[in-house]
């Protein structure tokens, strides 16, 4: 709740704050991108703040999510629309902490090409095993895994998502064969 209210403040203060623009904004819809799919933390943040930005603005607030290549593909919708003004993103970090790392030639310099407007709030991770697995803790999970004597599949949102990353540091820090 504090977070959505910070984003609406925030958002409220460059709308309304004097001698910061030649016109009036919002002047068409703002179209908020989502790099992940529909049903996700970032898309149901987007849905939070979607109708009661639009009720401050006084303007359509559509919601567009654009997923895949591990957020890049939102991201340089986003860059391409960056001369509208009415296109904004919203993500998890990993458009400009993960993805453009992943790449030999990124698509986009993370740091020139973006710029920062609100932190709404964060996610977190978490283990989880199916039912048959005999592991209650860690520790147990890890003895589990060693004791398979083959590769053992996780999943994450796709490949150098946060999920994947966080999979592939806990195998390299205690060995396994995952």
């Known amino acids: ?13 460059l709308a309304v704050a004097p001698g910061v623009r030649a016109q009036q904004w919002p002047t ?5 991108i989502v ?3 529909p049903g996700g933390a970032s898309d ?3 849905r939070v703040i979607a109708g009661p930005l639009q009720e401050k603005l006084g303007q359509t607030v559509i919601v567009d999510n654009k997923p895949g290549g591990g957020t890049t593909i939102g991201a340089n919708f986003v860059l391409a629309a960056r001369d509208d003004f009415h296109t904004v993103m919203l ?11 992943l790449f030999d030639k990124p698509p ?9 407007v609100a932190y709404i709030g964060s996610v977190a991770n978490a283990f989880v095993v199916r039912p048959t697995v005999p592991a209650q803790t860690m520790a147990e999970l890890v003895a589990w895994i060693k004791g398979q004597g083959k590769v053992v599949p996780f999943g994450s949102g796709g490949q150098g998502s ?9 195998k390299a820090e205690l060995g396994l064969s995952m």
């Open 91 to 101: 993500s998890n970090s990993a458009p400009i902490s993960i993805a453009p790392y």
């Open 28 to 32: 068409q819809a703002l179209k908020i």
């Open 108 to 116: 986009y310099d993370p740091l020139k090409d973006f710029a920062h």
């Open 35 to 37: 790099t992940f799919p």
């Open 162 to 170: 946060i999920g994947h990353i966080i999979g592939e540091m806990f």
């Open 1 to 13: 709740m504090i977070a959505r209210r910070t984003v609406l403040a925030s958002v409220a203060a």
């Open 44 to 46: 149901a943040a987007a």
